[in-house]
């Protein structure tokens, strides 16, 4: 699809240091309108970092970064963030509407516009919670808040979606679904989908980029037990998207 080739985030020889040493050097990729792009690595591998230079909370040492052919920062409003630790304090009552509401960024003398309004039960809608919008947010199961919180991250109907680990708090019986609500949201958008469970990558996603310091992409189809050993030289739980999960812990 030719509009599959509108670059959304360019990065040439990024590099990032918090202090001295680098976490990030020498990245170069350019990701493309509609594309899922799952990120692997190790623990500490640099992916929250990239995550956060996409969003323009950090600014590269060295090297360059685009997004929409902007400057990060400028063009924050154009994306939905989902971080990787959200917490709300569960002593508050918040419902799950209003959490959705807290995605929109012009609040009018702190009040959320009928649009706004519209935008959240879009946003539930698409992710299959219509029917929770006034209960407490703290009553859901945790895969039912992550899908909250990807709501809150699409109420302003980003072009770009970042999901930094989102699998965390989702049961294994659940991801299978979850996945499938990712790859519809990246067909019309890109989605950068950050986890450390590769079983989550497998074929439903246009592109593996593998970050440990440096950015490696691999072929989807590349993913095999051999580059996750490499990754993360440990045994790796894989999960099948043939709608059954092996739990098999496998020896590699
Ligand atoms: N705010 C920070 N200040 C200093 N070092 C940091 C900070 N955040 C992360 N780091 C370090 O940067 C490296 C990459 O971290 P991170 O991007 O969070 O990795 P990942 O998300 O892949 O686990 C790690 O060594 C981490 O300790
Ligand atoms: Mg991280």
Redo the contacts with the bound molecule.
Sequence with gaps: MAQKRFPVVTARNLSFA??T?A??QGVNFTAYAGEMIAVI????????????LILGLIEPTQGSLHVLGKRPSVARGEIGYVP?YTHFDTRFPISVREVVLTGCTRPVFGRHTKADKAAAAGALERVGLSDRALDSFAELSGGQQQRVLIARALVSDPSILLL??PTANVDAFMSDRFLELVVNLATDRTVFF?T?DTGYVSEESDRVFC??RSLVEHPVAALRQDLVHATYSQPVRKVLHNKHIDTTHMTL
């Design positions: 918090y202090d040493a976490v990030l690595g190790p623990n500490g591998g640099g992916k929250s970092t990239l995550i956060k990787q930094d680990e950050v450390h970050i440990n």
